[in-house]
Protein backbone atom coordinates (compact mmCIF):
# COMPACT_ATOMS: atom_id res chain seq x y z
CA UNK A 1 0.00 0.00 0.00
CA UNK A 2 1.40 3.16 -0.69
CA UNK A 3 -0.13 6.29 0.79
CA UNK A 4 0.06 9.90 -0.50
CA UNK A 5 -0.55 13.16 1.06
CA UNK A 6 -0.18 15.24 -1.88
CA UNK A 7 -1.06 15.62 -6.09
CA UNK A 8 2.00 15.95 -7.94
CA UNK A 9 1.09 18.11 -10.49
CA UNK A 10 -1.29 17.33 -13.29
CA UNK A 11 -1.04 16.76 -16.85
CA UNK A 12 -3.65 18.54 -18.27
CA UNK A 13 -1.63 21.73 -17.05
CA UNK A 14 2.49 20.45 -17.05
CA UNK A 15 3.83 20.37 -20.03
CA UNK A 16 7.00 18.21 -18.38
CA UNK A 17 4.42 15.82 -16.74
CA UNK A 18 2.35 15.80 -19.96
CA UNK A 19 5.67 14.84 -21.79
CA UNK A 20 6.89 12.35 -19.03
CA UNK A 21 3.20 10.74 -19.11
CA UNK A 22 3.55 10.27 -23.00
CA UNK A 23 6.87 8.33 -22.53
CA UNK A 24 6.13 6.36 -19.84
CA UNK A 25 2.66 5.14 -21.63
CA UNK A 26 4.93 3.98 -24.59
CA UNK A 27 6.80 1.99 -22.16
CA UNK A 28 3.84 0.30 -20.39
CA UNK A 29 4.82 2.26 -16.95
CA UNK A 30 1.69 4.23 -15.96
CA UNK A 31 -1.53 2.98 -14.39
CA UNK A 32 -4.78 5.27 -14.00
CA UNK A 33 -7.18 5.52 -10.93
CA UNK A 34 -10.63 5.82 -11.62
CA UNK A 35 -12.59 8.13 -9.52
CA UNK A 36 -16.19 9.66 -10.01
CA UNK A 37 -16.96 13.33 -9.89
CA UNK A 38 -18.43 13.23 -6.24
CA UNK A 39 -15.96 10.58 -4.93
CA UNK A 40 -12.94 12.94 -6.16
CA UNK A 41 -14.35 15.63 -3.63
CA UNK A 42 -12.85 13.49 -1.01
CA UNK A 43 -9.63 14.22 1.05
CA UNK A 44 -9.22 10.56 2.38
CA UNK A 45 -9.59 7.64 0.23
CA UNK A 46 -8.27 4.53 -0.27
CA UNK A 47 -8.45 2.88 -4.34
CA UNK A 48 -6.58 0.27 -6.24
CA UNK A 49 -4.81 1.37 -9.64
CA UNK A 50 -5.77 -0.51 -12.76
CA UNK A 51 -2.81 -2.55 -12.24
CA UNK A 52 -3.69 -3.65 -8.67
CA UNK A 53 -1.48 -0.64 -6.75
CA UNK A 54 -3.30 -0.12 -3.35
CA UNK A 55 -3.16 3.57 -2.78
CA UNK A 56 -4.73 5.47 0.58
CA UNK A 57 -5.01 9.09 0.00
CA UNK A 58 -4.65 11.31 2.78
CA UNK A 59 -4.72 14.79 1.44
CA UNK A 60 -5.36 18.80 3.33
CA UNK A 61 -8.82 19.95 4.09
CA UNK A 62 -9.84 21.92 0.75
CA UNK A 63 -8.13 19.97 -1.71
CA UNK A 64 -9.44 18.81 -4.49
CA UNK A 65 -8.63 15.65 -7.56
CA UNK A 66 -9.17 16.54 -11.18
CA UNK A 67 -8.66 14.56 -13.96
CA UNK A 68 -5.25 14.50 -14.63
CA UNK A 69 -3.68 14.45 -11.92
CA UNK A 70 -1.15 12.73 -10.91
CA UNK A 71 -0.64 10.94 -7.71
CA UNK A 72 2.93 8.57 -7.61
CA UNK A 73 5.77 8.95 -10.17
CA UNK A 74 8.98 7.20 -10.64
CA UNK A 75 11.02 6.41 -13.07
CA UNK A 76 9.70 3.20 -13.09
CA UNK A 77 5.44 4.58 -12.50
CA UNK A 78 3.32 7.13 -12.94
CA UNK A 79 -0.16 6.98 -11.76
CA UNK A 80 -2.73 9.34 -13.07
CA UNK A 81 -6.25 9.94 -11.68
CA UNK A 82 -9.17 9.51 -14.26
CA UNK A 83 -12.37 11.19 -13.77
CA UNK A 84 -15.10 9.31 -15.06
CA UNK A 85 -17.62 11.35 -17.68
CA UNK A 86 -20.91 12.13 -16.18
CA UNK A 87 -24.31 13.51 -18.24
CA UNK A 88 -24.90 16.98 -18.00
CA UNK A 89 -27.08 19.63 -18.74
CA UNK A 90 -25.72 22.00 -21.12
CA UNK A 91 -27.82 25.64 -21.48
CA UNK A 92 -26.50 27.85 -24.15
CA UNK A 93 -27.44 31.39 -24.12
CA UNK A 94 -28.13 33.05 -27.36
CA UNK A 95 -26.53 36.58 -27.94
CA UNK A 96 -29.10 38.87 -26.48
CA UNK A 97 -29.08 42.20 -27.37
CA UNK A 98 -31.98 44.31 -25.21
CA UNK A 99 -31.06 44.45 -21.64
CA UNK A 100 -34.40 43.48 -20.44
CA UNK A 101 -34.24 40.14 -22.00
CA UNK A 102 -30.74 39.43 -21.10
CA UNK A 103 -31.62 40.20 -17.11
CA UNK A 104 -34.95 38.05 -17.47
CA UNK A 105 -32.96 35.04 -19.48
CA UNK A 106 -30.39 35.35 -16.51
CA UNK A 107 -32.49 35.49 -13.50
CA UNK A 108 -35.06 32.61 -14.90
CA UNK A 109 -32.38 30.20 -15.53
CA UNK A 110 -30.55 31.24 -12.08
CA UNK A 111 -33.88 30.53 -10.20
CA UNK A 112 -34.63 26.80 -11.85
CA UNK A 113 -31.20 25.76 -11.64
CA UNK A 114 -30.46 26.97 -7.94
CA UNK A 115 -33.88 24.99 -7.32
CA UNK A 116 -32.16 21.98 -8.02
CA UNK A 117 -28.71 22.82 -5.90
CA UNK A 118 -26.10 21.19 -8.64
CA UNK A 119 -22.52 22.64 -8.86
CA UNK A 120 -22.00 24.58 -11.91
CA UNK A 121 -19.08 25.65 -14.83
CA UNK A 122 -20.46 28.45 -16.34
CA UNK A 123 -18.05 29.88 -19.58
CA UNK A 124 -19.04 32.41 -21.43
CA UNK A 125 -22.28 32.17 -22.34
CA UNK A 126 -22.62 28.16 -21.85
CA UNK A 127 -23.62 27.17 -18.16
CA UNK A 128 -22.92 23.11 -17.53
CA UNK A 129 -24.09 21.44 -14.56
CA UNK A 130 -24.49 17.45 -13.70
CA UNK A 131 -27.87 15.50 -14.45
CA UNK A 132 -28.60 12.64 -12.41
CA UNK A 133 -30.95 11.02 -15.20
CA UNK A 134 -31.79 11.75 -19.09
CA UNK A 135 -34.79 12.63 -17.92
CA UNK A 136 -34.02 15.65 -15.84
CA UNK A 137 -33.06 17.75 -19.26
CA UNK A 138 -36.77 17.32 -20.19
CA UNK A 139 -37.74 18.89 -17.04
CA UNK A 140 -35.00 22.03 -17.37
CA UNK A 141 -36.34 22.46 -20.91
CA UNK A 142 -40.02 22.68 -19.40
CA UNK A 143 -38.98 25.27 -16.56
CA UNK A 144 -36.99 27.07 -19.22
CA UNK A 145 -39.40 26.98 -22.23
CA UNK A 146 -40.62 30.70 -22.13
CA UNK A 147 -36.86 30.95 -22.86
CA UNK A 148 -36.63 29.01 -26.13
CA UNK A 149 -35.81 32.03 -28.27
CA UNK A 150 -32.98 32.58 -26.36
CA UNK A 151 -31.43 30.07 -25.30
CA UNK A 152 -30.73 26.41 -26.17
CA UNK A 153 -30.47 23.54 -23.99
CA UNK A 154 -28.89 20.21 -24.36
CA UNK A 155 -27.28 17.65 -23.01
CA UNK A 156 -24.00 15.37 -23.03
CA UNK A 157 -21.94 13.22 -21.07
CA UNK A 158 -18.00 14.76 -20.24
CA UNK A 159 -15.51 14.47 -16.79
CA UNK A 160 -17.52 17.94 -15.00
CA UNK A 161 -15.63 19.93 -12.95
CA UNK A 162 -17.15 22.80 -11.40
CA UNK A 163 -16.57 26.28 -11.06
CA UNK A 164 -19.27 28.19 -9.15
CA UNK A 165 -20.37 26.52 -5.94
CA UNK A 166 -17.93 23.85 -6.23
Same mark, same amino acid.
Not at 61 to 84: A, C
Given at each position: @? ?13 ? &???? @?? #? #????? !? ?6 ? !????? #? ?17 ? =? ?6 ? %? ?8 ? @? ?19 ? *??? @? /? *?? =???? !? ?11 ? $? %? ?9 ? =? ?12 ? $?? /?????? &?????? &?? !??
Amino acid at each position: @MIKLDKIIGNIKIDH &NLKS @MH #E #ELIKL !GKTETVTF !GRVES #ERTRIRKMSNKGTDLVLIL =SEGSRIRD %GDVLFLTQEK @MIVIQIVPEPVAIIQIHKILI *RDQ @M /I *RT =SVTI !GHAIGNLHRPLKI $E %GDTITFPIQDP =SELTLIEKLLSPLK $EH /IEVRSD &NIVFEA &NM !GS
